[in-house]
């Protein structure tokens, strides 16, 4: 019968925004310098009353994490982004579906992008494929902009909608039954997104973790070879620090945003380096007041053994940063299907959490299969897909953390909105105020919490009216 306030696409419009990095970021074996953010603007219909709306959503195309290795140059990578987001934006209008936001994403990931993606595929260099992982972040920004907009064209905020009230179809619809700890059927049905949310903070603060790359310099040591020119691939510091008036080293970087959680990215082939970085970032943490740190290896580690030899050695020699570590994030391809390895034995160290693994909430069911514990969602994977793997995982019992892909602009808006109400075990990742602060200039004006961390906190709370709460100044 439906709710009576289903919406379609009618319109797009696309916008591509570079941006370049104040230092580069490091992680695994990829170095980011530079990024595209795409912008979509998704005009809705609702269909009652053929009343219209824009809807904004916004993602870096971050090449590095969605496209590592093969035969394609970078330049080749991102063009081939930019192309099928341009395909996107050129089929979606027309893609016949309606429903609430998250009934329109879903069927747009399960019945159109897969095909979209292996025509699109056939037309890249010999033995290319777009990833499915790519896909994904270039459909995220119409997804976006999909649930910004059902909340606009309605006049409430977007996650107001999860509910049977606006949902013609429930979770049984979209994902398969859960177990429960007994190995009993959860049955979706009768379930909806909401009920696996949270209410955000009445007062608009979340806490926020710093990011700790591979090139990041901790102390002004660590400067090493000619400090004019580019960080020396192979170790931390190298280079001069920019004179922007922004903070360089760890410590300073502690100190002026009040920092309590860091999150460090280790190479994941070099056991001693990773070590090493995790002691010296251990100490520095306990010195300066940081209560948490999380280790990100970011795909790049194929044996266990390879984690659990760091963390029993930290845990031996360096007691208090052990102690510290709340979770450790993907050691291991993301590629779950290609890579079936049992990981129980490091999720008995330390909470494991999922993340470019996790693209979807089967992929999710595997890793927990597997011996995965934790799920971090990242709203680049689709809000539509988030919201799916939040529900799967809360009720198999798993954590959840909401990571960041250096959002700016107004890609952070919806990535903070999904870490106040997920529920996750310590605040959200935001690290684009590091990587390319003047970015968001026109953002900070409006939102100044959202792109400025103060006592180791994020600050929502002028995010105001429909959808995403951007503001008339932002939209």
């Not at 922004?246 to 959680?261: A, E, M, N, Q, S």
Request: hydrophobic share 40%; net charge negative.
């Amino acid at each position: 019968m439906g709710t009576g306030k289903e919406i379609e696409v009618v319109g797009v419009e696309l916008e591509f925004l570079p941006v370049e990095t104040r230092v580069p970021l490091k992680f695994g074996a990829q170095v980011l310098e530079r990024v595209i953010c795409a912008r979509a603007r998704v005009r809705v219909r609702r269909l009652s009353d053929g009343w219209e709306k824009l809807g904004i959503g916004e993602t870096p195309l971050s090449v590095p994490w969605v496209w590592p290795g093969g035969d394609l140059s970078y330049g080749e990578k991102e063009r081939a982004m930019v192309g099928f987001c341009e395909l996107i934006a050129e089929r979606l209008p027309g893609a016949g579906l309606s429903g609430h936001a998250m009934e329109l994403g879903y069927d747009f990931i399960e019945e159109v992008l897969p095909e979209l993606v292996e025509a699109f595929s056939g037309d890249l260099p010999e033995g290319a494929e777009l990833p499915e992982l790519a896909a994904l972040v270039c459909f995220s920004l119409f997804d976006l902009a999909i649930h910004d907009g059902y909340g606009v064209v309605h006049g409430v905020k977007t996650y107001e909608t999860y509910t049977g009230e606006w949902m013609e179809r429930d979770l049984a619809d979209f994902v398969d039954v859960a177990k429960d700890m007994r190995g009993g059927d959860l049955s979706f049905a009768g379930k909806y997104p909401g009920d696996f949310l949270v209410a955000a903070p009445a007062d608009g603060r979340i806490p926020v973790w710093h990011l700790v790359g591979g090139l990041d310099a901790l102390e002004k040591e660590d400067l090493t070879g000619d400090a004019s020119v580019t960080l020396d691939p192979d170790a931390p510091g190298g280079a001069k620090p920019p004179d922007d008036g922004y903070p360089f080293y760890l410590r300073d970087w502690i100190r002026t945003d009040g920092l309590k959680c860091l999150k460090v990215k280790l190479r994941g082939n070099d056991e001693g380096w990773d070590y090493e970085r995790l002691v010296k970032i251990g100490r520095i943490a306990a010195e300066e007041g940081v209560d948490w740190l999380s280790t990100d290896f970011n795909c790049t580690v194929t044996d266990p053994e390879y984690v659990n030899g760091i963390l029993d050695r930290l845990k031996g020699e360096e007691r208090g940063t052990w102690d510290k570590i709340l979770y450790v994030e993907q050691p291991f391809p993301y590629d779950l299907e290609a890579n079936r390895i049992e990981v129980g034995s490091v999720s008995e160290r330390k909470p494991l959490f999922l993340d470019e693994s996790a693209h979807d909430w089967r992929y999710v069911r595997l890793g927990r299969e597997l011996g995965w514990t934790g799920v971090a969602l990242k709203t680049c994977k689709t809000q539509t897909g988030a919201l799916l793997s939040l529900c799967w995982a809360k009720a198999h019992g798993m954590d959840l953390m909401v990571q960041d892909l250096t959002n700016p602009m107004l890609a952070q808006v919806p990535h903070v909105l999904l870490g106040a109400h997920a529920g996750t075990i310590m605040g959200v990742e935001s690290n684009g105020m590091q990587f390319y602060p003047e970015a968001s200039v026109r953002e900070a004006a409006v939102h100044p919490g959202l792109y400025r961390r103060r006592e180791g906190v994020l600050d929502f709370s002028t995010l105001e009216g429909a959808g995403f709460g951007y503001g008339a100044a932002l939209r």
